[in-house]
């Protein structure tokens, strides 16, 4: 069974303050996703990594895709209190499983004006 | 414009009871997925569709469980004599392609969320 494990699992900052939340496993992914959801809402989409080793930038969101494809990390510089959500990580499957997402519990980020 | 919808939105049940949710997916996405989000947590797989075809429901906890997709485009998912364990918010989303596509981006709908007194 793929694991991921995330943190930290609560993070309650000043708007302004930089922050890194943490999605690790010791699988391997295909493919690794960042999604933030709001309460009441599914899960929304932020990015997608392929490649080990990769960096994709979304304005002040920084992820990050491990060499070994097994962790990730999002950095969010100046947060605002836009950004407060739940953030999950999610691995794709590999082969013919490649459609089926694992979930980590998430980091709930609350940032206070 | 026209995301995946869900419905109810809420449903309370007694235990015991039948209940039926309802998933709209996005016009035209051929794969549709079932999650379960219990609180606390992130969501789990249940179950994926691609057109009318169940391909894969090794998620569904119990034989209490059962999902439908019988034109291809909207699914519901039935639970038979509800638990308590079964409180939960599902999660339904959709994909354009699914299989050939492992890292195309899933859309998700708002959730039911479901509470078994």
């Known amino acids: 069974t793929q694991l991921l494990e995330q943190s930290p699992q609560f993070l309650s900052i000043q708007e302004g303050e930089n922050l890194t939340v943490y999605c690790n496993s010791s699988s391997v992914f295909s493919s690794l996703q960042w999604y933030r959801q709001e309460p009441g809402e599914g899960p929304v989409l932020l990015v997608t990594?392929?490649?080990?080793?990769e960096v994709k930038k979304l304005k002040r969101l920084t992820f990050q895709f491990g060499d070994a494809r097994k962790d990730s990390s999002l950095h969010i510089t100046a947060a605002q209190p836009g950004d407060t959500g739940l953030y999950l990580c999610?691995?794709?499957?590999?082969?013919?499983?490649?459609?089926?997402?694992?979930f980590g519990k998430g980091t709930l980020l609350t940032v206070n004006p | 414009g026209a995301g995946v919808s869900q419905s109810p939105r809420y449903k309370v049940a007694k235990r015991g009871q039948d209940v039926a949710l309802r998933c709209d997916p996005i016009s035209g996405h051929v794969s549709l997925f079932w999650y379960q989000q219990a609180l606390g947590q992130g969501p789990e797989f249940l179950t994926y569709?691609?057109?009318?075809?169940?391909?894969?429901k090794s998620g569904l906890p119990s034989d209490r469980f059962f999902a439908e997709r019988p034109e291809g485009s909207v699914s519901t998912l039935k639970i038979q004599r509800t638990q308590q364990e079964d409180s939960a918010v599902y999660l339904c989303a959709s994909s354009l392609m699914g299989l050939a596509g492992g890292q195309e981006t899933q859309y998700f709908g708002p959730g039911t969320r479901l509470l078994v007194l």
């Open positions: 999610a691995g794709g499957g590999s082969g013919g499983s490649n459609y089926k997402l694992t």
């Open positions: 569709f691609q057109n009318e075809a169940q391909l894969d």
């Open positions: 990594v392929v490649t080990g080793g």
